[in-house]
């Protein structure tokens, strides 16, 4: 039989995703370092939503989807449908993005946001046509299952945001446009990054840590609860509004999110490789900051009894600067330097060097500590309300960005030295 | 893989067997023989060919065509003037039980 060559993605379908959502972490730092005053007060203010946006879709976004197209072949043991429509998915969010945040940022609403909308949107189209069309087929597959219900959750999350943005022109929609804005903001994080980084990773862990541990129920619970839980809250956000309709899904998804920590646990008491890389290492930090956010907001629920703004802002936060940035901080040095390594390795010779060699170990290590203080103090901040703290967080974030952006860069020129 | 003491051809297979324990599993980091990859090894004297049956971790490995190359290059390097026919094989198919005591302990330093 012939090797599986053909499931080798190009290399532009997934580098330049690493290396724009690498210079957006920076931008991001940048801004909240420059706008850092502005965290103590309401999250509905421009430059919130510009950073949120910037953070979300340049930084998280971007590289989940470059991932996703090296990882895709792997999940579903095809070729990708397409490698040509990465290239256009990447310029269409390229030149989506920017227009977005500039709008959000100087809150124009002109063309600007609304072109800078529709080109994110046909972006994210593009990429979740290219994500079915590959696993077409594919049959019991759990991990493939997750990857393209998040996929649609991006689009009704990506569709209730452009509404919204219709909707400051024209107005439409009947209740207060904070109320959908918390819908968008759930959606987008439940089902879409949750989702999609509980189902890659279902697959990748025991991968990474040579677990034999297999439990297909748990996963298909974690599955079913995750997305019963956001359609009930989909059409309670719509229709009713409750507290009770936002409880109910709530304990819905926590249950999800249990049995996915049980899962991750039973991984690793299986595991024949414990000993944990730096990568491995930031990827099991994130799982243990994704309770954060919720410890948060339950501990709110209970002493007020409401979510105040400050804590909503602190909530996002968490979730995005905690959880997403630590787990994709942590798992670019586990599949970058592979990816690297793929395309600079010759058939014919033996390699001088494996994916441990192109990158630097410690490095990673002491990015992830300067991250981590930075998370801890800007976390800090919001909840004080105390702007200095805001401002040591975001300068020690900028410190860790851009040295993690020079170190994805530097791997990446290995491929020009080949 | 465990090689037949009593096998006639015994030498020859082990020259190749320790040849592949040049090739490593880049993410690994351990040889594929540790890993379990190689099932069986035949060698034609007559026709100056050694065949190869091997897998991989799973069947969309994109690492197929670079490891099979490798493999190729180690038996080759180790056995000069003989071709090297690599057959990968998707049965029985690869788990965690086929890798070696040896290949655990390095997985786990």
């Known amino acids: 039989m012939m090797p599986p060559d053909e499931h080798r993605p190009l290399k532009r379908t997934i580098l330049p995703y690493y290396a724009a959502a690498a210079v957006s972490f920076v931008v991001v730092a940048l801004l909240c370092l420059v706008s850092g005053t502005e965290f103590t007060g309401h999250y509905f203010n421009p430059k919130l939503l510009a950073i949120t946006h910037l953070f979300i879709l340049g930084w998280g976004t971007i590289m989940i989807f470059g991932a996703s197209n090296q990882l895709m072949p792997v999940l579903t043991e095809r070729k990708l449908y397409s490698e040509l429509i990465p290239q256009y998915v990447f310029a269409l969010m390229l030149m989506g993005i920017p227009l977005l945040v500039y709008s959000f940022w100087n809150f124009t609403l002109t063309w600007t946001i609304y072109l800078g909308g529709i080109l994110v949107i046909a972006g994210m189209a593009l990429h979740a046509i290219n994500i079915f069309r590959t696993s077409k087929k594919v049959k019991d597959n759990i991990a493939t299952e997750f990857m393209l219900s998040a996929h649609l959750w991006l689009l009704v999350t990506a569709i209730i945001g452009f509404t919204l943005l219709v909707n400051f022109r024209i107005l439409f929609l009947s209740r207060d446009h904070l109320e959908y804005l918390k819908l968008h903001a759930t959606i987008g994080m439940a089902g879409w990054f949750l989702q999609l980084i509980i189902g890659v990773s279902s697959k990748l862990i025991p991968m990474f840590l040579i677990s034999g541990y297999e439990n297909k129920k748990c996963l298909n619970i974690i599955y079913y609860c995750l997305n019963l839980g956001l359609i009930i809250f989909l059409l309670e956000g719509f229709m009713n509004n409750s507290l009770m309709g936002k409880l109910i899904p709530s304990a819905i998804i926590m249950t999800s999110m249990v049995s996915y920590g049980i899962y ?155 | 893989m465990i090689i037949d003491i009593t096998d006639k051809q015994y030498e020859e297979k082990m020259v190749v067997l320790m040849a592949l324990h040049e090739v490593v599993d880049p993410e690994l980091g351990i040889n594929i023989v540790d890993l379990g990859l190689v099932y069986n090894i035949e060698i034609e004297e007559s026709s100056k060919t050694i065949s190869l049956e091997m897998t991989l971790s799973t069947p969309s490995c994109p690492l197929g065509g670079i490891i099979t190359g490798h493999v190729k290059i180690a038996v080759e390097q180790a056995m000069p003037g003989f071709d090297t026919i690599v057959d990968l094989v998707w049965e029985p198919r690869w788990n965690y039980d086929r890798i070696s005591e040896a290949g655990r302990a390095m997985l786990d330093s």
């Not at chain 1, 595991?271 to 339950?298: E, N, R, Y």
């Not at chain 1, 630590?326 to 014919?348: A, N, S, Y």
């Not at chain 1, 105390?386 to 975001?394: C, E, N, P, R």
Request: charged share 15%.
């Open chain 1, 264 to 418: 991750v646990r039973q991984c690793y008491k299986h595991a024949i490789k414990k000993h944990l890389d730096a990568g491995m290492k930031q990827t099991f930090i994130a799982l243990a900051l994704l309770s954060i956010p919720f410890v948060l907001l339950f501990i709110n629920l209970l002493v007020k009894g409401e979510v105040s703004p400050k804590l909503v802002t602190a909530y996002g936060f968490a979730f995005f600067g905690g959880f997403i940035s630590v787990i994709i901080m942590g798992q670019t040095f586990k599949t970058l330097p592979f990816i690297v390594w793929m395309h600079i390795t010759k058939r014919d010779e033996l390699p001088e060097m494996l994916p441990k060699d192109l990158y630097h170990e410690k490095w990673v290590s002491w990015q992830m500590y300067i991250y981590l203080f930075s998370y801890t103090a800007f976390l800090s901040g919001i909840l004080l309300s105390q702007t200095k703290l805001i401002h040591i967080g975001a300068s020690c974030m900028l410190i860790a960005a851009s040295w993690y952006c020079v170190h994805v860069l530097l791997i990446m020129n290995k491929l020009r030295r080949k």
